[in-house]
């Protein structure tokens, strides 16, 4: 385990709780509790905005897209980000005017309905529902894999952690926290990106647009955890443990040409050079065509158009109905307010997800065997 991971996430943690209970002293009323007041700034907001849109799903999930199928799945930081443009134009200034506190009472006051706001409460829990738990799940394995914690430990620090700052502080608490969260998982990110760059640009590891397939750099042993299935597309020469191809191996194994099954628990060591097998559900791409756009279709090589039509849609218009988002709109004290708020929040976003991105092409580079 590293040394100082521990200590950073008892400092995170510490750094979180202290935060939170500077709003705490600052939650006086109702208002104060539920939008602050009304009297975020433009710039602050942004940063809570972008410090809760940015979880697990955003630096995670989108290095590992990029690394696993390249330039189609651009799209999803692209999406994500302009999202906010939709947002700008037909939300952010319409809700901070309504005066209202929730979107269901939002919904009610322009359209007069108490049954919709009922259902717009449901889809209200349920988004939330299904936006908490991956992060849940996220903090669970994170904690795991730093610190050797159980799984479940991880899920109930963050709830722990997240509950006590909402329930004594409210919204203030929230802002200051995910504003202070923002930009340390930028810092965070950015930094590292920075040496890593500069160690590609000068180690001499190779390009990503070749016509070559992934290699290994060096002697690599990859423990399987799951069984998994993959292809090689030439011979491969490597040492086995565990049960590979329904047989039980303690020694050297020669791959031929084809598909072949590793169990779970099995080891395999593959020498420096040796060309990494691909997962029999993925497409099998070369470097040319990971790079090149409408190769990979995001995993539908099939239907690539359709799939990248597809993803630019359901992002575009998929931030519109985030309520965790959308709530931070009445934290503004006007609509001009709101509109600025969302310009700011493009800039950051798009700073942000230049380095998950960048994750994803080094890590296609330096750890393919992922």
Same mark, same amino acid.
């Given at each position: +385990?590293n040394p100082?991971?521990l200590?950073?996430?008892v400092?995170?943690?510490v750094? =979180? ?7 705490? &002293? %600052?939650? &006086?009323t =109702?208002?104060?509790?539920l939008v602050?007041?009304?009297?975020v700034?433009?710039? $602050? ?7 809760e849109?940015?979880s697990a799903?955003?630096f995670?999930?989108?290095?590992g897209?990029?690394m696993k ?6 799209w999803?930081?692209?999406g994500? =980000? #302009?999202g906010? @443009?939709a947002?700008?134009?037909f939300?952010?200034?319409?809700l901070? !005017? ?7 009472d939002?919904?009610? /006051? !322009?359209?007069g309905?108490?049954?919709? &706001?009922?259902l717009c409460?449901g889809?209200v829990? @349920?988004i ?6 991956p992060?849940?799940r996220g903090?669970?394995?994170?904690l795991g894999?730093?610190?050797?914690a159980?799984y479940w430990?991880?899920a ?9 700052n909402v329930?004594?502080?409210g919204? !203030? ?10 930009w340390?998982?930028?810092t965070?990110?950015?930094?590292? /990106?920075?040496?890593?760059?500069l160690v $590609? ?9 070749s016509?070559?397939?992934p290699t290994f750099?060096?002697l ?10 993959? =292809?090689?597309?030439?011979?491969? *020469?490597?040492r086995?443990?565990g049960?590979?191809d ?6 050297? @194994?020669? $791959? ?5 099954e590793? #169990?779970?628990?099995a080891?395999?060591?593959f020498?420096?050079?040796? /060309?990494?097998?691909?997962?029999d559900?993925l497409?099998a791409l *070369?470097?040319?065509d $990971?790079?090149a ?7 539908h ?8 039509y597809?993803l630019?849609l359901?992002t575009?218009?998929?931030? +519109?109905g985030?309520?965790?988002? @959308?709530?931070?709109?009445y934290?503004?004290p006007?609509? &001009?307010?709101a509109r600025r708020t969302t310009?700011v929040v493009?800039?950051?976003l798009?700073?942000?997800y230049l380095f998950?991105?960048?994750?994803g092409? %080094? ?6 065997q992922l």
């Amino acid at each position: +385990m590293n040394p100082y991971a521990l200590p950073a996430i008892v400092l995170v943690t510490v750094a =979180t709780l202290v935060i939170g209970a500077y709003g705490v &002293r %600052l939650a &006086r009323t =109702t208002s104060d509790f539920l939008v602050a007041s009304r009297t975020v700034s433009p710039g $602050w907001n942004a940063s809570a905005i972008s410090g809760e849109y940015l979880s697990a799903a955003s630096f995670l999930g989108v290095a590992g897209l990029v690394m696993k199928f390249g330039a189609d799945v651009l799209w999803y930081p692209v999406g994500f =980000t #302009a999202g906010y @443009l939709a947002m700008l134009l037909f939300v952010a200034a319409p809700l901070r !005017r309504s005066g209202a506190f929730t979107l269901p009472d939002f919904a009610e /006051a !322009r359209l007069g309905s108490p049954r919709l &706001r009922l259902l717009c409460a449901g889809f209200v829990v @349920l988004i939330g529902w299904l936006y908490l738990v991956p992060q849940l799940r996220g903090a669970g394995l994170t904690l795991g894999t730093v610190t050797g914690a159980p799984y479940w430990l991880g899920a109930v620090v963050v709830g722990v952690v997240v509950t006590a700052n909402v329930a004594t502080g409210g919204m !203030r608490s929230i802002t200051f926290v995910q504003a202070f969260q923002y930009w340390l998982k930028l810092t965070a990110l950015a930094v590292p /990106a920075f040496f890593l760059l500069l160690v $590609w640009r000068t180690g001499g590891v190779g390009e990503l647009t070749s016509e070559s397939v992934p290699t290994f750099r060096e002697l690599t042993t990859v423990q399987i955890d799951v069984a998994v299935r993959v =292809t090689v597309t030439g011979l491969v *020469d490597l040492r086995a443990e565990g049960v590979v191809d329904g047989a039980v191996v303690d020694g050297p @194994l020669r $791959w031929m040409p084809g598909s072949h099954e590793a #169990a779970a628990g099995a080891e395999l060591t593959f020498p420096a050079g040796a /060309a990494v097998p691909h997962a029999d559900a993925l497409a099998a791409l *070369d470097n040319d065509d $990971w790079a090149a756009p409408l190769s990979s279709g995001g995993g539908h090589p099939d239907h690539p158009l359709f799939a990248t039509y597809s993803l630019i849609l359901a992002t575009f218009l998929g931030t +519109m109905g985030l309520p965790h988002v @959308l709530v931070r709109f009445y934290t503004n004290p006007d609509g &001009r307010a709101a509109r600025r708020t969302t310009v700011v929040v493009l800039a950051l976003l798009g700073v942000f997800y230049l380095f998950p991105t960048i994750y994803g092409a %080094l890590g296609r580079l330096y750890t393919p065997q992922l």
